[in-house]
């Protein structure tokens, strides 16, 4: 369905594997500064169509482009450095390093730098600097500041999910993929979860993210887009979607 003012339109992106057909969407636009659900059963392709639109994952065919830009092609940093951005769970790795590390990590430009810094280290200096000022309010902002020295490792559930939400952020991006943010999260947390989703968006911030709870789905989803077995069986308001019968048993049909 065709939006007011997408920020982000995709045609006809596919994705196989082996004799599978994981992602086969014919059209999907996102309306700029809305929190959109992205909803199905398990293996309907909701995670595979997030690596593709971030460039984590290629795709077999498809175009698709975030503020007018054409995305084909490009890896994920650079998908990033366009200002759309998914959120990983924390590797095992990761929960080795602190919780400030792995803000840090997440900065721009983490990789090429440090050879460019050996050059430039005055300004390298002045990027860290920039880089653990940006940490240190992000932290604070998900209050996890009294935990930057900490090990990701010990964080609970919900602070993991905290943390993995606040690393997408050092990137400033304009759009952030959310996969299943709730998960794992106890109820006390999810209250809080969902606050910071609608705060992201109410600054602006277009939100995608993918969450099986009906309830969190309708209490804050602008919109909301069904895929089933790979494609976009039906989008609409909450109202719309609930009342959809066709949904309801797709959804159900897990
Ligand atoms: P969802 O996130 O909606 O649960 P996924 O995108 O994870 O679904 O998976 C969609 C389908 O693609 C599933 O059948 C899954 O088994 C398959 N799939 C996903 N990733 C791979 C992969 N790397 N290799 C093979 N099959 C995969
Ligand atoms: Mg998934």
Same mark, same amino acid.
């Given at each position: 369905v065709a939006k007011p003012d997408p920020i982000l339109?995709? *045609?006809g992106v596919r994705r196989s594997f082996g004799g599978l057909t994981a992602v086969d969407v014919g059209h999907l636009e996102v309306q700029r500064g809305t929190i959109t659900a992205l909803i199905g059963p398990n293996g309907a392709g909701k995670s595979t169509l997030f690596n593709l639109l971030t460039g984590f994952d290629r795709v077999?065919? @498809?175009?698709w482009s975030f503020e007018g830009r054409r995305l084909n092609g490009l890896g994920g940093h650079r998908v990033a450095r366009q200002g759309m951005v998914r959120?990983?769970?924390l590797t095992k790795a990761l929960t080795r390093l602190t919780v400030l590390d792995n803000m840090l990590l997440a900065a721009p430009g983490q990789v090429g730098e440090h050879f460019l810094g050996a050059l430039l280290r005055p300004r390298w200096r002045h990027q860290e600097e920039a880089n653990r000022e940006r940490a240190m309010e992000l932290l604070a902002r998900f209050k996890l500041d009294a935990k930057k020295d900490d090990l990701a490792g010990s964080l609970s559930g919900g602070q993991r999910k905290l943390l993995e939400m606040a690393r997408s952020l050092m990137v400033n991006p304009s759009m952030v %993929?959310?996969?299943e943010p709730m998960a794992g999260v106890n109820p006390a947390l999810v209250? *809080?979860?969902l606050g910071h989703i609608t705060s992201l968006r109410d600054e602006g911030m277009t939100v995608l993210f993918v969450e099986h709870d009906m309830d969190v789905i %309708? @209490?804050?989803s602008d919109w909301i887009v069904v895929l089933a077995q790979g494609s976009v069986i039906a989008e609409g308001r909450p109202e719309d979607i609930r009342s959809n019968q066709e949904v309801v048993d797709a959804y159900l049909g897990a």
């Amino acid at each position: 369905v065709a939006k007011p003012d997408p920020i982000l339109k995709a *045609s006809g992106v596919r994705r196989s594997f082996g004799g599978l057909t994981a992602v086969d969407v014919g059209h999907l636009e996102v309306q700029r500064g809305t929190i959109t659900a992205l909803i199905g059963p398990n293996g309907a392709g909701k995670s595979t169509l997030f690596n593709l639109l971030t460039g984590f994952d290629r795709v077999d065919a @498809g175009e698709w482009s975030f503020e007018g830009r054409r995305l084909n092609g490009l890896g994920g940093h650079r998908v990033a450095r366009q200002g759309m951005v998914r959120t990983f769970q924390l590797t095992k790795a990761l929960t080795r390093l602190t919780v400030l590390d792995n803000m840090l990590l997440a900065a721009p430009g983490q990789v090429g730098e440090h050879f460019l810094g050996a050059l430039l280290r005055p300004r390298w200096r002045h990027q860290e600097e920039a880089n653990r000022e940006r940490a240190m309010e992000l932290l604070a902002r998900f209050k996890l500041d009294a935990k930057k020295d900490d090990l990701a490792g010990s964080l609970s559930g919900g602070q993991r999910k905290l943390l993995e939400m606040a690393r997408s952020l050092m990137v400033n991006p304009s759009m952030v %993929m959310l996969d299943e943010p709730m998960a794992g999260v106890n109820p006390a947390l999810v209250q *809080s979860l969902l606050g910071h989703i609608t705060s992201l968006r109410d600054e602006g911030m277009t939100v995608l993210f993918v969450e099986h709870d009906m309830d969190v789905i %309708m @209490g804050i989803s602008d919109w909301i887009v069904v895929l089933a077995q790979g494609s976009v069986i039906a989008e609409g308001r909450p109202e719309d979607i609930r009342s959809n019968q066709e949904v309801v048993d797709a959804y159900l049909g897990a």
